[in-house]
């Protein structure tokens, strides 16, 4: 019956060992393989070593991929924290018609991967879009969001931004599930808004916290869509991020090798 047991048990979780193997582990000695080659997808791979890895490392390009994968990141995942907290926070008032709001600012996470939503994006801030039509209504000049490096960056990190519905989610379970009492006695004690949110709230949602930003960076230096569909990486390579960069070097230039 043990024996028996230890089969079943077996039995059960070969799926997922199966899909870990397949899906996980060969892909990633296939492609450690391949970055020894010289693949290009259209002649015969050879075994070139770590001269993919040498060159990668005095390649400017890469190097400015990356930093500008860091900026877009350290841009994005604070204000996304940041926008989250804040609205999980209004969100956890008793209002009237509370679950309307809670869903209304859910909606873009569900939309902010859309192709759609990014070509959208990309309309809103051309120069003769939606926001440069509200800018010259009060007289300025039309604003070159996708032309200029430094603003090209602030629209693809606030395409971000403004998905923070997740994060909102997780932030409005956690204020959830802090104590009233704990609020209340610190309200008879005299203490102020600002010192019951930074010596309650925080401190006993920084789980929640350190989680978000955990979910927040991976997905901020996995990011892609924005870039393609907006800027294609420009201007000059403002926003190619790495997988941007990996994706030109794979489909684009066929060096599936050094990608």
């Known amino acids: 019956m043990e024996k028996k047991r230890r089969w079943m048990g077996l039995v059960y ?45 005095h390649d400017s390009d890469f190097l400015n991929s990356l930093m500008a994968t860091f900026k877009y990141a350290f841009l994005s995942v604070p204000l996304t924290l940041i926008f989250a907290l804040f609205i999980a926070f209004i969100l956890n008032f008793k209002l009237k018609g509370i679950n309307f709001f809670r869903t209304t600012y859910y909606m873009p996470s569900i939309l902010g991967g859309n192709v759609a939503i ?35 960056m602030f629209v693809v990190a606030f395409l971000r931004v403004w ?73 000059l390579k403002a926003t190619e991020f790495t997988s941007l960069m990996i994706y030109n070097f794979s489909f684009k230039y066929f060096r599936m090798g050094y990608a």
């Open 13 to 57: 979780i070969a799926p997922w060992i199966l899909g870990f193997f397949f899906f996980t582990v060969y892909p990633f000695l296939n492609s450690l393989w391949i970055s020894l080659t010289d693949n290009t997808m259209v002649t015969e791979a050879h075994f070139i070593g770590l001269k993919n890895y040498i060159d990668l490392f």
């Open 163 to 235: 998905q923070f519905g997740s994060s909102m989610v997780i932030f409005l379970a956690a204020l959830q599930g802090i104590p009233q009492e704990l609020y209340e006695a610190a309200e008879v004690d005299g203490a102020k808004k600002w010192t019951i949110f930074f010596k309650i709230t925080v401190p006993l949602i920084t789980p929640s916290v350190f989680f978000n930003l955990i979910m927040q960076t991976v997905g901020a230096f996995q990011e892609f869509n924005s870039a393609y569909l907006i800027t294609g990486g420009g201007p």
């Open 118 to 152: 990014a070509v959208l994006w990309k309309f809103l801030f051309s120069g003769e879009g939606l926001i440069n039509q509200i800018v010259g209504i009060f007289g300025v000049a039309p604003i070159h969001w996708l032309s200029d490096p430094n603003l090209a």
